[in-house]
């Protein structure tokens, strides 16, 4: 099933939901910042003119509000300017307004506030409302004192209208920010992506035969991906070399233990054993030739595989196939050693070299495994005869007949495997006078 989103869609839909979002956030708490600075701005300006009521105040001699006929803020002044006070005095029943309250008629505070006490309020009216502040005192003048409420009330269309341009102005901006910041994203993830999409060019191309590897140096994130692809391409292609030549060499193995059987069809006499021994030689050739095929090499991604469990198995096995020969079979190996290789490939190494060391032993077996120097060491000796010559057990690779009488063809499958590890076989004679295997393995 093809992917519905590719990892750049996922990184960029992701960014710009996250950047939304903050920007959202942002933009919104920046708004109500600012208004509400505007509202203390308005609210300020209004207390002064409270102020200013108070300055020109006066009380005469009977407690009346006297108020001279014009003031110094022009805006209450002039009729339905937006600005419009108001001055309270309960005790006459007395209402003062200023002329430009003219044809409004504002909501004023009258009463309801307690002597020295502001009060700042957002008040209902038509078309949008008023900013309103009021104020209550006690005033005396003279002989003459009445309680006053003063009330200050603005039309809302000054504060709405910065109110939104700042909105304006600030989403625009933030838009445009994200918009930038959306695109160089983009950018940033085409310029990121690239060694990924260079990796991808170069499969594609080794797909197509054009090349063999993936070639270049990549970023420290992407550089061991490449490294694997080309470990797996390696390793893919060495299995696949390791089946032709063990398919050719078993056709041609073949062909000389086919001509002996065509040829004893011509003496009736001879026929079974030349069959017995022709069909056991041949038996030696495949097994040979699928033991080089099954070899799986040097690999990094093989699972740790624990080596007492394997050579405890391999001993218990051969225990139990050379019981009537009362062998002592011996291993030696850190319970917690382990080491990465096809377990498959180290059941084959061990189970041959432990069987043909069993096979040749009087009385005795040993089988050792350590680690040393970041290598893999096997060693298996007998008290058996030895090796007659150690290179022609290791040197079989067409002919089932160029082997050492005896030997079997373990030795010559466990070259192959040890070979297509990178890893060393010697063959000697041991401290017990019998053969001496010595296996070191790299690691993968």
């Not at 409004?104 to 900013?131: C, K, M, N, Q």
């Not at 080596?307 to 319970?335: E, F, M, N, Q, S």
């Not at 373990?410 to 041991?430: F, I």
Request: hydrophobic share 45%; glycine share 8%; proline share 6%.
């Amino acid at each position: 099933m093809k992917p519905r989103y590719s990892i750049r869609a996922r990184l960029l839909l992701g960014a710009a939901l996250v950047l939304v979002a903050f920007m959202a956030g942002a933009g919104f708490a920046l708004e109500r910042a600012h208004a509400d600075s505007v509202r203390d701005q308005h609210f300020s300006r209004l207390q002064g003119t409270v102020y200013l009521l108070l300055a020109r105040a006066e009380l005469d001699d009977s407690g009346a509000l006297v108020m001279p006929p014009s003031l110094s803020e022009p805006r209450l002044s002039l009729p339905q300017s937006g600005l419009y006070a108001s001055i309270s005095n309960p005790k006459r029943q007395q209402q003062w307004t200023s002329p430009s309250a003219v044809g409004v008629h504002p909501p004023f505070v009258r009463d309801g506030i307690a002597p020295g006490e502001w009060r700042y309020a957002t008040l209902p009216g038509s078309p949008r409302g008023y900013l309103a502040v009021s104020y209550a005192v006690n005033w005396a003048t003279g002989a003459s004192s009445a309680p006053l409420v003063l009330s200050v009330l603005e039309d809302r269309r000054e504060y709405d209208r910065e109110v939104a341009v700042f909105a304006r102005t600030l989403w625009t901006w933030l838009g445009g920010a994200a918009v930038l910041l959306l695109v160089a994203q983009l950018l940033l993830l085409q310029w990121a992506a690239g060694p990924l999409a260079r990796v991808v060019a170069q499969v594609r191309r080794i797909e197509a035969g054009e090349q063999e590897r993936i070639e270049g140096r990549y970023p420290a994130e992407i550089q061991p991906l490449a490294d694997n692809l080309n470990t797996l391409i390696r390793q893919e292609r060495e299995r696949q070399v390791r089946y032709k030549e063990a398919l050719s060499f078993l056709a041609h193995s073949l062909k000389t233990p086919l001509a002996v059987l065509r040829n004893a069809l011509a003496e009736p006499r001879q026929l079974p054993d030349t069959v017995r021994e022709q069909v056991a030689r041949m038996d030696d050739i495949v097994q040979h030739q699928l033991g080089r095929a099954r070899a799986g090499g040097a690999t990094r991604f093989a699972p740790p595989v624990l080596l007492p469990t394997v050579l405890d198995r391999v001993r218990d096995a051969l225990r139990k196939v050379y019981a009537d020969k009362g062998l002592a079979i011996a291993t030696d190996c850190a319970p917690d050693l382990t080491w990465r290789i096809d377990e498959g490939d180290l059941f084959e190494i061990l189970g041959n070299v432990m069987d043909n060391a069993a096979k040749w032993a009087r009385t005795r077996v040993s089988a050792r495994a350590w680690r040393e120097g970041g290598r893999l060491h096997l060693r298996v000796e007998d008290d058996g005869p030895g090796f007659s010559d150690t290179e022609s057990v290791r040197q079989i690779h067409v002919r089932g007949d160029e082997r050492v009488p005896g030997h079997g063809v373990g030795l010559a499958v466990v070259d192959d495997l040890v070979a297509s590890h990178h890893g060393e076989l010697k063959l000697s004679r041991g401290p017990l006078g019998g053969a001496l295997v010595e296996i070191v393995l790299p690691a993968a």
